[in-house]
Nanobody
Framework: VQLQASGGGLVEPGGSLRLSCAAS????????IGWFRQAPGKEREFVSA????????TYADSVKRQFTISRDNAKNTVYLQMNSLKPEDTAVYSC????????????????????WGQGTLVTVSS
């Protein structure tokens, strides 16, 4: 199982980016997907997650109303739309997958996911 996160880059404060998590060899329709990030010198933290249907989503408090997670199962891709970016959003963002459902309270736990992709760097700076 290979996951590939993309879409990172350098953006000014207040700007937007859309990250994509694409998969090869698997049909993401059957996988719960989570986004995590790790800032320099900090531990990895949960950002957002989405269930198989796309109906259930969850966000870290720090990104609620700022980030939006979605999925396009026809394109086998999960997106993270990030708006009003702040310098503290600077991090390497990675997507993770688990086959099947994860109960909502566990969707924010890194240990709930089986597969991890290479991250994409997001730098928010003027």
């Amino acid at each position: 199982v290979q996951l590939q996160a993309s879409g990172g880059g350098l953006v000014e404060p207040g700007g937007s980016l859309r990250l994509s998590c694409a998969a090869s060899e698997i049909d993401l329709n059957y996988w719960t997907i989570g986004w995590f990030r790790q800032a320099p010198g900090k531990e990895r933290e949960f950002v957002s997650a989405i269930d198989l249907s796309g109906v259930t989503t969850t966000y870290a408090d720090s990104v609620k109303r700022q980030f939006t997670i979605s999925r396009d199962n026809a394109k086998n891709t999960v997106y993270l739309q990030m708006n009003s970016l702040k310098p503290e959003d600077t991090a390497v963002y990675s997507c993770a997958a688990r086959h099947g459902r994860i109960i909502l309270s566990f969707m924010s736990r890194a240990g709930a996911y089986n597969y991890w992709g290479q991250g994409t760097l997001v730098t928010v700076s003027s």
